[in-house]
């Protein structure tokens, strides 16, 4: 049985998303966008001068070797197969803020919903989402969270007064 999935941002759900990870089994059709793997990818870009390509990061990938060809990704999808792996956390706020990629990037595999903030303060703009709690919470706009937080982010943040290692993760200030 397939599971229901569906694209979630900060503004809801999508509909009619265009992209879709291509597998031996599921290719693009007419009208949808092709997410292929890195490999693929770099074959690609060395071959063409094409942009708006979508990119799967797995998490063993070395997401450096996006740098040269950032400016023609239109999307980049990092994998988090299973909820214990964190190496997504760490493709995001590479992306961000180390090689300052300001396009798409989508959580996709097993996104849980307590992780959901967390991937939105390394950068992560837009999630797969399959797992029914997430996507029930989604739908409530009801995301778990801590006010205050140590560490900077990709997301914009203010210092708490009196604190200048603490940061708040109020938006747009």
Avoid at 23 to 31: N, Q, S
Avoid at 34 to 55: K, M, P, R
Avoid at 65 to 78: E, F
Avoid at 96 to 121: F, H, N, S, T
Wanted: net charge negative.
């Amino acid at each position: 049985m397939d599971k229901m999935i569906k694209i979630w941002n900060q503004t809801g759900f999508v509909e009619n998303d265009p992209w879709v990870i291509e597998t031996e089994d599921v290719t693009a059709g007419e009208g949808e966008h092709a997410v292929i793997g890195l490999h693929a990818f770099l074959e690609a870009a060395e071959c063409s001068n094409e942009s708006g390509f979508g990119v799967l990061i797995a998490p063993a990938d070395d997401v450096t070797k996006l740098a040269p060809y950032l400016d023609r990704v239109t999307l980049v999808a990092i994998s988090f197969p299973v909820f214990s792996d964190g190496r997504g956390f760490s493709h995001a706020t590479l992306l961000r803020q180390r090689l300052g990629y300001a396009g798409e990037l989508r959580a996709v595999g097993d996104v849980l919903i307590d992780q959901v903030p967390l991937m939105l303060r390394t950068g992560v703009t837009s999630f797969a989402v399959s797992n029914p709690t997430a996507l029930k919470r989604l739908a409530e706009n009801r995301l778990p969270g801590i006010a205050e937080h140590y560490q900077p982010s990709a997301m914009p943040s203010i210092e708490t007064a009196g604190f200048s290692w603490r940061r708040t993760g109020i938006r747009g200030v």
